[in-house]
Protein backbone atom coordinates (compact mmCIF):
# COMPACT_ATOMS: atom_id res chain seq x y z
CA UNK A 1 0.00 0.00 0.00
CA UNK A 2 2.77 2.55 1.29
CA UNK A 3 4.08 1.73 -2.36
CA UNK A 4 1.01 2.28 -4.24
CA UNK A 5 0.66 5.85 -2.87
CA UNK A 6 4.37 6.62 -3.71
CA UNK A 7 3.51 5.60 -7.28
CA UNK A 8 0.15 7.92 -6.99
CA UNK A 9 2.07 10.73 -5.51
CA UNK A 10 4.86 10.92 -7.92
CA UNK A 11 2.18 10.83 -11.16
CA UNK A 12 0.05 13.91 -9.72
CA UNK A 13 3.62 15.65 -8.84
CA UNK A 14 4.49 15.01 -12.27
CA UNK A 15 1.27 16.21 -14.19
CA UNK A 16 1.39 19.53 -11.58
CA UNK A 17 4.74 20.67 -12.51
CA UNK A 18 3.21 19.77 -16.32
CA UNK A 19 1.02 22.33 -16.22
CA UNK A 20 3.18 24.65 -14.66
CA UNK A 21 5.73 24.58 -17.32
CA UNK A 22 2.73 24.76 -19.81
CA UNK A 23 1.43 27.67 -17.91
CA UNK A 24 4.68 29.31 -17.96
CA UNK A 25 5.56 28.94 -21.53
CA UNK A 26 2.15 30.43 -22.50
CA UNK A 27 2.81 33.30 -20.75
CA UNK A 28 6.35 34.12 -21.66
CA UNK A 29 4.76 33.44 -25.63
CA UNK A 30 1.72 35.78 -25.21
CA UNK A 31 4.52 38.33 -23.73
CA UNK A 32 6.91 38.13 -26.32
CA UNK A 33 4.43 38.74 -28.84
CA UNK A 34 3.00 41.88 -27.17
CA UNK A 35 6.59 43.32 -28.35
CA UNK A 36 6.19 43.13 -32.00
CA UNK A 37 2.55 44.01 -32.14
CA UNK A 38 0.87 47.55 -32.55
CA UNK A 39 -1.31 49.09 -29.76
CA UNK A 40 -4.57 49.13 -29.92
CA UNK A 41 -6.12 52.32 -31.22
CA UNK A 42 -7.53 54.63 -29.02
CA UNK A 43 -11.34 55.39 -28.65
CA UNK A 44 -12.31 52.29 -31.70
CA UNK A 45 -15.65 52.16 -32.72
CA UNK A 46 -17.54 49.62 -31.19
CA UNK A 47 -19.59 47.72 -33.32
CA UNK A 48 -21.27 45.88 -29.94
CA UNK A 49 -23.22 48.64 -28.89
CA UNK A 50 -25.77 50.04 -30.97
CA UNK A 51 -26.55 53.29 -29.28
CA UNK A 52 -22.64 53.80 -29.62
CA UNK A 53 -23.33 53.33 -33.65
CA UNK A 54 -25.83 55.64 -34.00
CA UNK A 55 -24.36 58.24 -31.81
CA UNK A 56 -21.65 57.84 -33.83
CA UNK A 57 -23.48 58.16 -37.23
CA UNK A 58 -24.99 61.29 -35.97
CA UNK A 59 -22.06 63.57 -35.05
CA UNK A 60 -20.55 62.09 -38.36
CA UNK A 61 -23.49 63.00 -40.99
CA UNK A 62 -23.85 66.33 -38.71
CA UNK A 63 -20.02 66.68 -39.79
CA UNK A 64 -20.31 65.69 -43.43
CA UNK A 65 -22.90 68.48 -43.99
CA UNK A 66 -21.42 71.43 -42.99
CA UNK A 67 -18.45 69.90 -45.19
CA UNK A 68 -20.88 69.10 -48.07
CA UNK A 69 -21.88 72.70 -48.10
CA UNK A 70 -19.14 73.32 -51.10
CA UNK A 71 -20.62 70.26 -52.57
CA UNK A 72 -17.24 68.28 -51.75
CA UNK A 73 -16.53 64.58 -50.86
CA UNK A 74 -14.53 63.76 -47.97
CA UNK A 75 -11.13 61.91 -48.38
CA UNK A 76 -10.39 59.50 -45.80
CA UNK A 77 -6.89 57.83 -44.70
CA UNK A 78 -8.13 54.26 -43.15
CA UNK A 79 -5.92 53.34 -39.91
CA UNK A 80 -3.49 51.17 -41.69
CA UNK A 81 -2.27 54.33 -42.73
CA UNK A 82 -1.52 55.85 -40.37
CA UNK A 83 2.30 55.00 -40.23
CA UNK A 84 3.11 56.91 -43.57
CA UNK A 85 4.07 60.12 -43.63
CA UNK A 86 1.76 62.96 -45.15
CA UNK A 87 2.40 66.15 -46.04
CA UNK A 88 0.98 69.92 -47.04
CA UNK A 89 -1.81 69.27 -44.90
CA UNK A 90 -3.20 72.40 -43.87
CA UNK A 91 -6.22 73.52 -41.01
CA UNK A 92 -6.98 71.10 -38.75
CA UNK A 93 -5.13 68.42 -40.32
CA UNK A 94 -2.79 65.96 -38.15
CA UNK A 95 0.43 65.58 -39.13
CA UNK A 96 2.30 62.13 -38.63
CA UNK A 97 5.18 62.20 -36.29
CA UNK A 98 7.74 60.00 -37.13
CA UNK A 99 9.05 60.12 -33.31
CA UNK A 100 6.09 58.23 -32.17
CA UNK A 101 4.42 55.84 -35.03
CA UNK A 102 1.38 54.47 -32.88
CA UNK A 103 -0.19 58.09 -32.50
CA UNK A 104 -3.51 57.83 -33.13
CA UNK A 105 -4.94 61.39 -34.82
CA UNK A 106 -6.82 63.45 -32.25
CA UNK A 107 -8.43 66.22 -34.95
CA UNK A 108 -10.69 65.98 -37.68
CA UNK A 109 -14.75 64.42 -37.88
CA UNK A 110 -14.75 60.88 -37.78
CA UNK A 111 -15.85 58.72 -40.67
CA UNK A 112 -19.39 57.68 -40.43
CA UNK A 113 -18.36 54.26 -42.53
CA UNK A 114 -17.33 51.48 -40.04
CA UNK A 115 -15.58 49.29 -42.31
CA UNK A 116 -12.95 52.10 -41.60
CA UNK A 117 -13.00 52.55 -38.45
CA UNK A 118 -10.93 54.90 -36.53
CA UNK A 119 -10.53 56.20 -39.98
CA UNK A 120 -10.41 60.44 -39.85
CA UNK A 121 -11.18 62.99 -42.97
CA UNK A 122 -7.70 64.53 -44.15
CA UNK A 123 -9.55 66.58 -46.57
CA UNK A 124 -11.84 67.04 -49.39
CA UNK A 125 -12.80 66.39 -53.25
CA UNK A 126 -14.12 68.45 -55.55
CA UNK A 127 -16.55 67.00 -57.77
CA UNK A 128 -16.90 69.97 -60.42
CA UNK A 129 -13.49 69.59 -61.12
CA UNK A 130 -14.09 65.52 -62.55
CA UNK A 131 -16.99 66.64 -64.45
CA UNK A 132 -16.98 65.83 -68.35
CA UNK A 133 -17.04 69.13 -70.23
CA UNK A 134 -20.97 70.43 -71.07
CA UNK A 135 -22.18 70.76 -74.18
CA UNK A 136 -23.43 74.03 -74.69
CA UNK A 137 -23.79 74.02 -78.37
CA UNK A 138 -27.72 74.27 -77.81
CA UNK A 139 -27.29 77.19 -75.49
CA UNK A 140 -24.53 79.48 -76.41
CA UNK A 141 -25.87 81.29 -79.81
CA UNK A 142 -23.55 84.18 -81.01
CA UNK A 143 -25.11 87.44 -81.44
CA UNK A 144 -26.97 88.12 -84.48
CA UNK A 145 -27.29 83.89 -85.25
CA UNK A 146 -29.83 82.67 -87.47
CA UNK A 147 -29.81 79.30 -86.80
CA UNK A 148 -27.82 76.26 -86.04
CA UNK A 149 -27.69 73.24 -87.95
CA UNK A 150 -26.42 69.37 -86.42
CA UNK A 151 -25.28 66.71 -88.98
CA UNK A 152 -23.14 63.49 -89.34
CA UNK A 153 -21.28 61.94 -92.09
CA UNK A 154 -19.70 58.57 -92.30
CA UNK A 155 -18.18 57.16 -95.82
CA UNK A 156 -18.42 53.53 -97.06
CA UNK A 157 -14.86 52.42 -98.28
CA UNK A 158 -15.99 49.54 -100.52
CA UNK A 159 -19.66 50.91 -102.02
CA UNK A 160 -18.02 54.06 -102.31
CA UNK A 161 -20.97 55.77 -100.74
CA UNK A 162 -20.95 58.78 -98.33
CA UNK A 163 -23.75 58.23 -95.90
CA UNK A 164 -25.24 61.96 -94.29
CA UNK A 165 -27.77 62.09 -91.81
CA UNK A 166 -29.57 65.77 -91.12
CA UNK A 167 -30.08 65.70 -87.21
CA UNK A 168 -31.71 68.82 -86.33
CA UNK A 169 -31.66 72.49 -86.44
CA UNK A 170 -32.49 75.32 -83.53
CA UNK A 171 -33.52 78.56 -82.81
CA UNK A 172 -34.51 79.57 -86.46
CA UNK A 173 -35.14 83.15 -87.69
CA UNK A 174 -37.78 83.09 -90.49
CA UNK A 175 -39.63 86.08 -91.65
CA UNK A 176 -42.87 85.90 -90.36
CA UNK A 177 -44.42 84.16 -86.62
CA UNK A 178 -44.75 80.35 -88.08
CA UNK A 179 -42.31 78.25 -90.10
CA UNK A 180 -42.35 75.39 -92.03
CA UNK A 181 -38.46 74.12 -92.20
CA UNK A 182 -36.97 71.59 -94.97
CA UNK A 183 -33.19 71.35 -95.69
CA UNK A 184 -31.54 71.34 -99.63
CA UNK A 185 -28.35 68.92 -99.94
CA UNK A 186 -25.91 69.68 -102.30
CA UNK A 187 -22.55 67.84 -102.84
CA UNK A 188 -20.38 70.19 -104.48
CA UNK A 189 -19.28 71.37 -107.31
CA UNK A 190 -22.58 69.59 -108.38
CA UNK A 191 -25.12 72.17 -108.36
CA UNK A 192 -27.73 70.59 -110.93
CA UNK A 193 -29.00 67.74 -108.43
CA UNK A 194 -29.74 67.57 -104.69
CA UNK A 195 -31.71 65.62 -102.03
CA UNK A 196 -34.19 67.40 -99.87
CA UNK A 197 -35.71 66.31 -96.03
CA UNK A 198 -39.17 66.32 -95.61
CA UNK A 199 -40.66 69.45 -94.12
CA UNK A 200 -41.41 69.90 -90.88
CA UNK A 201 -44.81 72.23 -89.84
CA UNK A 202 -45.03 75.12 -87.31
CA UNK A 203 -41.70 74.95 -85.43
CA UNK A 204 -38.57 76.89 -85.56
CA UNK A 205 -36.26 73.81 -83.67
CA UNK A 206 -36.96 71.26 -86.39
CA UNK A 207 -36.12 67.24 -85.41
CA UNK A 208 -35.53 65.85 -88.85
CA UNK A 209 -33.20 62.80 -88.46
CA UNK A 210 -33.09 61.46 -91.76
CA UNK A 211 -30.34 59.53 -93.92
CA UNK A 212 -29.41 60.59 -96.72
CA UNK A 213 -26.75 58.77 -99.63
CA UNK A 214 -24.46 59.88 -102.08
CA UNK A 215 -22.21 58.12 -104.41
CA UNK A 216 -18.39 59.27 -105.18
CA UNK A 217 -15.65 57.91 -105.44
CA UNK A 218 -13.03 58.28 -102.78
CA UNK A 219 -10.45 59.80 -105.25
CA UNK A 220 -13.16 62.70 -105.42
CA UNK A 221 -14.19 62.66 -102.14
CA UNK A 222 -11.44 64.97 -100.50
CA UNK A 223 -12.23 67.50 -103.72
CA UNK A 224 -16.30 67.60 -102.82
CA UNK A 225 -18.37 69.73 -100.36
CA UNK A 226 -21.35 69.61 -98.64
CA UNK A 227 -23.87 72.28 -99.01
CA UNK A 228 -27.07 72.59 -96.79
CA UNK A 229 -29.41 75.20 -97.68
CA UNK A 230 -32.18 75.78 -95.05
CA UNK A 231 -35.82 76.78 -96.22
CA UNK A 232 -39.04 78.09 -94.96
CA UNK A 233 -42.30 76.96 -97.05
CA UNK A 234 -44.95 79.97 -96.29
CA UNK A 235 -48.58 79.76 -96.76
CA UNK A 236 -48.49 80.45 -100.35
CA UNK A 237 -46.16 77.43 -100.64
CA UNK A 238 -43.29 79.83 -101.76
CA UNK A 239 -40.04 79.40 -100.54
CA UNK A 240 -37.73 81.54 -98.64
CA UNK A 241 -33.94 80.90 -98.03
CA UNK A 242 -33.32 81.28 -94.46
CA UNK A 243 -29.32 80.04 -94.37
CA UNK A 244 -26.89 77.84 -95.45
CA UNK A 245 -23.95 75.75 -94.10
CA UNK A 246 -21.07 75.15 -96.70
CA UNK A 247 -18.87 72.71 -95.17
CA UNK A 248 -15.56 71.22 -97.43
CA UNK A 249 -15.17 67.20 -97.12
CA UNK A 250 -11.38 67.85 -97.55
CA UNK A 251 -8.86 66.79 -95.06
CA UNK A 252 -11.84 65.10 -93.10
CA UNK A 253 -10.95 61.33 -91.85
CA UNK A 254 -14.05 59.93 -93.39
CA UNK A 255 -14.67 55.54 -92.78
CA UNK A 256 -17.23 53.72 -91.50
CA UNK A 257 -15.71 53.18 -88.17
CA UNK A 258 -15.49 57.26 -87.51
CA UNK A 259 -18.68 58.58 -87.92
CA UNK A 260 -18.29 62.60 -87.23
CA UNK A 261 -20.93 64.81 -85.87
CA UNK A 262 -20.80 68.06 -86.32
CA UNK A 263 -23.15 71.75 -85.70
CA UNK A 264 -22.56 74.46 -87.84
CA UNK A 265 -23.96 78.21 -87.59
CA UNK A 266 -25.93 79.00 -90.55
CA UNK A 267 -24.80 81.84 -92.58
CA UNK A 268 -26.73 84.08 -94.76
CA UNK A 269 -26.25 83.89 -98.40
CA UNK A 270 -25.03 86.28 -100.95
CA UNK A 271 -27.96 87.10 -102.81
CA UNK A 272 -26.04 89.62 -105.20
CA UNK A 273 -25.30 88.39 -108.69
CA UNK A 274 -21.21 87.52 -109.11
CA UNK A 275 -19.05 90.64 -110.30
CA UNK A 276 -17.89 90.23 -113.83
CA UNK A 277 -14.70 87.82 -113.19
CA UNK A 278 -16.45 86.13 -109.66
CA UNK A 279 -16.00 86.87 -106.30
CA UNK A 280 -13.99 85.77 -103.39
CA UNK A 281 -14.28 85.83 -99.85
CA UNK A 282 -11.96 85.72 -96.69
CA UNK A 283 -10.95 86.27 -93.25
CA UNK A 284 -8.69 88.48 -91.77
CA UNK A 285 -6.96 89.14 -88.28
CA UNK A 286 -4.00 90.56 -87.02
CA UNK A 287 -2.40 89.33 -83.23
CA UNK A 288 -0.57 92.67 -82.35
CA UNK A 289 1.13 90.41 -79.60
CA UNK A 290 3.07 87.94 -81.66
CA UNK A 291 2.89 90.14 -84.59
CA UNK A 292 1.25 87.44 -87.08
CA UNK A 293 -1.30 88.54 -89.87
CA UNK A 294 -3.64 85.73 -90.69
CA UNK A 295 -5.82 85.29 -93.87
CA UNK A 296 -8.46 82.05 -94.12
CA UNK A 297 -9.28 81.59 -98.00
CA UNK A 298 -12.89 80.17 -97.52
CA UNK A 299 -14.62 80.42 -101.34
CA UNK A 300 -14.92 82.24 -104.15
CA UNK A 301 -18.07 82.14 -106.77
CA UNK A 302 -19.07 82.96 -110.34
CA UNK A 303 -15.35 82.14 -111.70
CA UNK A 304 -15.28 82.41 -115.19
CA UNK A 305 -13.09 79.83 -116.48
CA UNK A 306 -11.14 79.21 -119.51
CA UNK A 307 -13.14 76.86 -121.77
CA UNK A 308 -11.13 76.33 -124.26
CA UNK A 309 -8.76 74.52 -122.04
CA UNK A 310 -8.87 71.51 -120.07
CA UNK A 311 -8.35 72.89 -116.72
CA UNK A 312 -6.74 71.10 -114.42
CA UNK A 313 -6.93 73.35 -111.14
CA UNK A 314 -8.32 76.47 -109.40
CA UNK A 315 -6.40 77.78 -106.74
CA UNK A 316 -5.66 81.18 -104.80
CA UNK A 317 -2.43 82.58 -104.35
CA UNK A 318 -1.99 84.86 -101.05
CA UNK A 319 1.11 87.43 -101.38
CA UNK A 320 2.18 89.74 -98.71
CA UNK A 321 3.71 93.01 -100.00
CA UNK A 322 5.66 96.11 -98.35
CA UNK A 323 5.92 99.20 -100.23
CA UNK A 324 4.98 96.97 -103.38
CA UNK A 325 8.01 94.97 -102.68
CA UNK A 326 7.36 91.02 -102.49
CA UNK A 327 7.45 89.11 -99.24
CA UNK A 328 6.11 86.07 -99.31
CA UNK A 329 3.67 84.23 -100.65
CA UNK A 330 0.82 80.78 -100.31
CA UNK A 331 -1.04 78.98 -102.57
CA UNK A 332 -4.33 76.85 -101.33
CA UNK A 333 -4.66 73.46 -102.99
CA UNK A 334 -5.92 73.28 -106.72
CA UNK A 335 -9.59 72.23 -106.79
CA UNK A 336 -10.74 70.67 -110.23
CA UNK A 337 -12.73 73.37 -112.52
CA UNK A 338 -15.48 74.82 -110.62
CA UNK A 339 -16.81 78.12 -110.65
CA UNK A 340 -17.53 78.27 -106.99
CA UNK A 341 -14.55 76.42 -105.32
CA UNK A 342 -14.26 75.88 -101.58
CA UNK A 343 -11.06 75.92 -99.68
CA UNK A 344 -10.71 77.17 -95.74
CA UNK A 345 -7.28 77.04 -96.16
CA UNK A 346 -5.83 79.34 -93.78
CA UNK A 347 -2.01 81.16 -93.81
CA UNK A 348 0.14 83.13 -91.39
CA UNK A 349 2.74 85.66 -92.33
CA UNK A 350 4.87 87.35 -89.70
CA UNK A 351 4.21 91.48 -90.14
CA UNK A 352 5.10 93.93 -87.17
CA UNK A 353 2.49 96.55 -86.00
CA UNK A 354 4.97 99.22 -87.54
CA UNK A 355 4.69 97.38 -91.14
CA UNK A 356 0.70 97.76 -91.15
CA UNK A 357 0.64 101.36 -92.70
CA UNK A 358 3.01 100.02 -95.11
CA UNK A 359 1.83 96.38 -96.06
CA UNK A 360 -0.82 94.93 -98.43
CA UNK A 361 -2.35 91.31 -99.43
CA UNK A 362 -2.99 90.65 -102.24
CA UNK A 363 -5.13 87.28 -103.21
CA UNK A 364 -5.15 86.12 -106.96
CA UNK A 365 -7.34 83.39 -108.53
CA UNK A 366 -5.59 80.93 -110.67
CA UNK A 367 -6.68 78.56 -113.43
CA UNK A 368 -3.72 75.62 -114.21
CA UNK A 369 -4.37 73.67 -117.50
CA UNK A 370 -1.96 71.25 -118.71
CA UNK A 371 0.77 72.20 -120.91
CA UNK A 372 -0.34 75.81 -120.74
CA UNK A 373 0.71 79.02 -118.83
CA UNK A 374 -1.70 79.63 -116.03
CA UNK A 375 -3.99 81.96 -116.38
CA UNK A 376 -5.27 84.84 -113.98
CA UNK A 377 -8.66 84.60 -113.65
CA UNK A 378 -9.11 87.59 -110.93
CA UNK A 379 -7.54 89.61 -108.67
CA UNK A 380 -7.76 91.78 -105.11
CA UNK A 381 -5.76 93.53 -103.26
CA UNK A 382 -6.75 95.12 -99.31
CA UNK A 383 -4.92 97.07 -97.57
CA UNK A 384 -4.11 100.40 -96.07
CA UNK A 385 -5.33 103.87 -97.71
CA UNK A 386 -2.07 103.84 -99.26
CA UNK A 387 -2.97 100.84 -101.97
CA UNK A 388 -6.66 100.93 -101.37
CA UNK A 389 -10.56 102.31 -101.46
CA UNK A 390 -13.71 101.11 -100.69
CA UNK A 391 -14.80 97.76 -99.12
CA UNK A 392 -10.52 96.47 -99.59
CA UNK A 393 -10.07 99.48 -97.03
CA UNK A 394 -12.80 99.35 -94.83
CA UNK A 395 -11.60 95.64 -94.17
CA UNK A 396 -8.43 96.28 -93.70
CA UNK A 397 -9.03 99.27 -90.90
CA UNK A 398 -11.62 96.76 -89.57
CA UNK A 399 -8.76 94.12 -88.96
CA UNK A 400 -6.80 96.46 -87.32
CA UNK A 401 -9.76 97.55 -85.19
CA UNK A 402 -10.31 94.25 -83.69
CA UNK A 403 -7.48 92.55 -82.42
CA UNK A 404 -7.14 88.77 -82.67
CA UNK A 405 -10.73 88.43 -84.36
CA UNK A 406 -11.77 86.91 -87.90
CA UNK A 407 -13.34 89.85 -89.68
CA UNK A 408 -15.02 87.88 -92.86
CA UNK A 409 -16.06 90.16 -95.96
CA UNK A 410 -16.89 89.17 -100.04
CA UNK A 411 -14.97 90.90 -102.21
CA UNK A 412 -14.81 91.69 -106.62
CA UNK A 413 -12.29 90.35 -108.43
CA UNK A 414 -10.49 92.46 -110.91
CA UNK A 415 -8.00 91.50 -114.18
CA UNK A 416 -5.62 94.26 -113.49
CA UNK A 417 -2.30 92.89 -112.94
Not at 26 to 45: H, T
Not at 214 to 234: G, I, W
Not at 252 to 274: C, F, G, H, Q
Not at 327 to 353: M, R
Request: charged share 25%; proline share 6%.
Amino acid sequence: TEQAVAVAGGIIAGILLFVLLGTTAYLLWKKFCRLFSYEKLINPVKTTNANAILQDQANSEIQLKRTSRSRSIPFIIPPTLYGRDWIHLTNEEQVQDDSDPYMTPQSGPRSSFHSLAGAYVVGTINPDLYKFPEDKSETDFPDGSIGRLWFSIEYEQESERLLVSLIKVRKLQPPADSCSPFVKIYLLPDERSYLQSKTKRKTLNPQFDENFVFQVSSKMLQQRTLKFLVYHVDKQKKHHLLGQVIFPLKNEALTEDNKLVIWRDLEKENLEPPSEHGDIQFSLSYNDYLGRLTVVVLRARGLKLQEESPAVGVYVKVSLMNHNKFIKSKKTAALLGTPNPVYNETFSFKADQTELDTASLSLSVLQSNKGEKTLLLGRVVVGPFMYTRGKELEHWNEMISKPKELVKRWHALCHST
